[in-house]
């Protein structure tokens, strides 16, 4: 299923960046999205970015799990290909955005909710402590 700009807009109604950004990630800021990107020598890409899920609007309101709150999201992908498991455990536990003492997830949608922007990519999601 492919999205709208506007729906688009409706996945991440808010996000920021983390108080301490580590060496490597690049900074965006489009209309107010704040997301970090890092192009590796491997030839993975990642973005991730903090963001808030208010609820009360719809499944696009809700975070993973159909949850609202914040949370914290990497992205990973390869051009042309699937990244590998062992490639996409190693970065995220060592990439310095998580609290590695709490678990850290991916999720599958239900069928008729799933969204594919990018072909290759795999979204990890951790939830902030209230």
């Known amino acids: 299923m492919?999205?709208?700009?506007?729906?688009?807009r409706m996945i991440n109604p808010y996000s920021t960046w983390p108080l301490v950004i580590p060496a490597g990630w690049q900074?965006?800021?489009?209309?107010g999205l704040k997301t970090l990107y890092r192009h590796f020598p491997n030839g993975l890409f990642a973005t991730f970015a903090i963001?808030?899920?208010?609820?009360?609007g719809g499944r696009h309101t809700l975070g993973p799990c159909?949850?609202?709150?914040?949370?914290?999201?990497?992205?990973?992908?390869?051009?042309?290909m699937y990244p590998a498991w062992d490639e996409m455990r190693d970065l995220v536990?060592?990439?310095g955005l998580f609290d590695r003492s709490r678990d850290i997830f991916m999720v599958i949608p239900p069928d008729e909710e799933y969204v594919?922007?990018?072909?290759h990519a795999f979204h990890w999601w951790q939830k902030e402590r209230s």
């Not at 492919?2 to 688009?8: F, G, I, P, S």
């Not at 594919?116 to 072909?119: D, G, I």
Request: glycine share 8%.
């Open 2 to 8: 492919r999205l709208k700009e506007e729906e688009k």
């Open 27 to 31: 900074t965006v800021d489009r209309d």
């Open 51 to 56: 963001e808030t899920y208010p609820g009360g």
């Open 66 to 80: 159909e949850e609202p709150g914040t949370f914290r999201r990497i992205v990973i992908s390869r051009k042309k």
């Open 93 to 95: 536990r060592t990439c």
């Open 116 to 119: 594919n922007l990018h072909p």
